[in-house]
């Protein structure tokens, strides 16, 4: 019951990105993210790879691989353990209201980070990752935008997200 709201997520979903890792213009990206429902409902994953979006609109060399699993928390709101590529990963809380689904890694460097989902409209999946310094002003360094397609093997083909 308490994953119903993400499980109705499950799908392919494509789309585009930028993100910003320092001065300059933000990276163009392109990729896809694929929600699944598991195990009978008590858990949902989430795997998302992007690209970087060449001049041409194809993609590049992999610039982002994720895998997450949330589950419900005991004390409300949702467990979400979210595993890189690079070898990163946290755990931590998550919040959905709204259509919304947010949450923040643990502080780094004493910066601190916070992403927000936003599923309120249908087959519509915008996010956008802000950091903060000291917790007042916000600068957004990633933001995505993708639509859910009609079958999940959008996520698995060759050319997906191209």
């Keep these: 019951e308490k994953m119903a709201p993400l ?15 320092g001065p300059g213009e933000p990276k163009a990206a392109i990729g896809t993210e694929l929600i699944e429902s ?3 409902g008590t858990l949902v994953t989430v795997s998302g790879r992007f690209y970087n979006k060449l001049s041409d609109g194809s993609k ?3 610039i982002h691989d994720a895998f997450a699993v949330i589950v419900p928390a005991p004390e409300g709101g ?11 990963g946290a755990e931590m809380r998550g919040d ?5 689904f947010t949450w923040s890694p643990p502080l780094v460097g004493g910066r601190r980070i916070r992403y927000v989902a936003d599923w309120s409209v249908q087959d519509r999946w915008n996010e956008t990752g802000e950091f903060s310094a000291d917790g007042v002003t ?8 993708l639509e859910r397609q009609k079958s ?11």
């Design 60 to 62: 590049g060399a992999v």
């Design 38 to 40: 598991r195990l009978d």
């Design 152 to 162: 999940v093997d959008a996520c698995a083909a060759p050319g997906a997200a191209s």
């Design 7 to 21: 499980a109705r997520l499950a799908g392919c979903w494509t789309g585009v990105g930028s993100m910003r890792t």
């Design 96 to 100: 959905l209201k709204d259509g919304k």
């Design 138 to 145: 916000w600068v957004q360094f990633l933001e995505m935008k």
């Design 78 to 88: 949702y467990r979400f353990l979210s595993h890189l590529a690079t070898g990163m």
